[in-house]
């Protein structure tokens, strides 16, 4: 059962780097937005050593923030926070359109599938059932109980076909996985990041498109998208999620940390 819940977030993520930098500019793409589900009553951004920055959007409605910081610094703090009501609805409704309609029904770099996902797919006999919410709901079980939740078997650049054939992995693998298996059925499909109650780092998920609605799926936790989760972005793949991307002058090592905290206002 869903039912309505005001959620605080807060979002810190840091980046340390060997020595000094300077001229950087970036983007940061933690911003997240009211929909059919979620409104978002409350949001504030913090960068530290940048007093101005710009807001806008990219083109799958993610908000961003970007800005420049001249001065040389060796480290980039963001802290994102605010509150969210949730449990709105069970869906997002689809707008209309076409570009990327068929953007989210082709395959990615990330989520192509070769040999492991082909069989993988065949096995699943998604054929004996009747729509998409069906299909993607038997698709989320299946990734559940069939492959294993282990922090550290990956990195980021890992793809659906390579996680799949190690047989474990973090929730962007499962849902790199999921939106592969998607797509190969013809359901047009996004990766979403977001956050979940608790301690710990930002989440993954996918969405399907059935009927003409964004449905949510987490096959990590083997559950529907409800009153707590927050969406913070979408995109083909986890590379159009990207929380931050920029350029500066300097040769230098770097070190990237990231916390999210969610808990229930009651």
């Known amino acids: 059962m869903i039912v309505i819940k005001n959620l605080k977030f807060n979002y810190k993520l840091q ?44 083109n799958f409605g993610n908000g961003k923030c970007y800005g420049k910081i001249a001065e040389p610094h060796d480290f980039f703090d963001i802290c994102i926070c605010g509150t969210a009501k949730t449990g709105i609805d069970i869906y997002e409704e689809y707008t209309s ?44 079980h299946t990734i559940y109980y069939t492959f294993k939740y282990l922090p550290g078997a990956t990195s980021i650049h890992e793809t659906a076909e ?22 190969m059925e013809g359901i047009a499909a996004r990766y979403v990041v977001g956050m979940i109650p608790g301690d710990g780092a930002s989440h993954a998920w996918a969405e399907a498109l059935c009927n003409g609605y964004w449905y949510g799926f987490d096959p990590t936790n083997n559950k529907l998208v409800n009153d707590e ?26 070190k990237q940390s990231e916390a999210v905290t969610v808990e229930e206002i009651i």
Do not use: W
Request: glycine fraction near 6%; charged fraction near 20%; proline fraction near 4%.
């Open 97 to 140: 359109d076409p570009m990327q309609y068929s953007l989210l029904k082709c395959h990615t770099k990330l989520t192509y599938p070769y040999e492991k996902l082909t069989e993988y797919h065949k096995s699943l006999e998604l054929d004996k059932l009747s729509g998409p919410y069906d299909k993607a709901l038997h698709i989320m």
């Open 162 to 183: 390579e996680a799949l054939a190690l047989g474990e992995g973090v929730c962007q693998d499962y849902a790199h996985i999921m939106v592969s298996l998607l797509r």
């Open 15 to 58: 980046a340390q780097y060997s020595a000094p930098i300077e001229h950087h500019n970036f983007s940061v793409m933690f911003l997240p937005a009211s929909n059919n589900r979620q409104e978002i009553t409350s949001l504030n951004i913090d960068i530290k050593g940048c007093d101005k920055y710009n807001l806008t959007t990219d």
């Open 229 to 254: 989760y927050i969406r913070v972005s979408c995109g083909r793949d986890s590379s159009d999620c990207a929380v931050i991307r920029g350029t500066f002058r300097g040769i230098v090592a770097q």
